[in-house]
């Protein structure tokens, strides 16, 4: 199947002409989802997988062009070392299970985020599903992990500092310049961006790129947003009017 025999089953409320380009989400609330149910967490970020396979699938058939999924922070670090290393085995379990779909569906697997402190085992599946994938033409899947708005930004300004310092830096700094020094540089800017389990924060994600976005936020837990929830969000963005400081 290639990316223009994707089967789209849509419903009335969906416009397929203002199907927003860029997606955003900040898969929150596993741990909640579990917990409320007597699970160990471990069990709500197992589920949180299932989720961004069917997350995945719906966001490719409905012609979304990049998916963006927060899957580690640079503040996750400080959770519990059982709760690391789990929620670090788990790009290994999506894509073994995953990575021949996604070849299949034309989808371009990338990764953004500061590969530094990542294990060398989560870099190599990355490595390998975007390698595997990397002249795909049809959606981008673009992982963030171990990723922070302000390092990347901080990133990008030093970046320009040490350019400077070389002579050869442009006298002053335009948005476009700073924009292809962060890890985004090649994407648009996300249209819509969804946080699920009722958290009304960004948590230093994407910061300059959301500056026009629309915010949607949900108070279902992320084990538990499944294709209605996710047609939900696209209709909600379609009900609004994006303005960009115009009127
Ligand atoms: C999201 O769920 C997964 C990650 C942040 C990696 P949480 O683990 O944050 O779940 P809650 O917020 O504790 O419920
Ligand atoms: C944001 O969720 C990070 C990811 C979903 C990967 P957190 O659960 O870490 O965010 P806070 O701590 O509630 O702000
Ligand atoms: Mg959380």
């Not at 397929?16 to 007597?38: F, K, L, S, Y």
């Not at 490719?60 to 927060?70: C, E, G, H, S």
């Not at 970046?159 to 006298?171: T, Y």
Request: net charge positive.
């Amino acid at each position: 199947m290639t990316s223009d025999d994707r089967v789209v089953d849509l419903p009335d409320t969906i416009d397929p002409q203002n199907i927003p380009n860029h997606v955003a989400i900040i898969m929150d609330g596993n741990g909640r989802w579990a917990t409320e149910r007597g699970l160990p967490r471990r069990e709500g970020h197992r589920q949180g997988v299932e989720t961004v396979r069917e997350t995945v699938r719906n966001c490719n058939a409905l012609r979304i062009k990049v998916l963006t999924l927060f899957a580690f922070s640079t503040e996750n670090w400080q959770r519990p070392d059982w709760e690391v290393s789990y929620l670090m085995s788990l790009p290994e379990k999506y894509f073994e299970s995953e990575l021949p779909e996604l070849i299949q569906k034309n989808v371009q697997v990338r990764m953004i985020g500061d590969r530094k402190k990542l294990p060398r085992r989560v870099l190599k599946v990355i490595d390998e599903g975007a390698a595997a994938t990397k002249s795909n033409s049809g959606m981008i899947l673009n992982f963030a992990l171990n990723y922070g708005s302000r390092a990347e930004i901080l990133l990008a300004v030093n970046h320009l500092v040490s350019e400077a310092a070389a002579g050869k830096a442009m006298r002053r700094v335009t948005e476009k310049k700073l924009s292809s020094y962060l890890y985004t540089a090649a994407l648009p800017d996300p249209d819509l961006l969804i946080r699920t389990s009722g958290e009304q924060r960004i948590s230093n994600f994407l910061l300059w790129q959301l500056a026009y976005s629309e915010l949607y936020f949900t108070e279902v837990y992320w084990p538990d947003f499944d294709k209605t929830e996710l047609l939900r969000a696209v209709t909600v963005y379609q009900r609004r009017k994006r303005r960009f400081g115009g009127v």
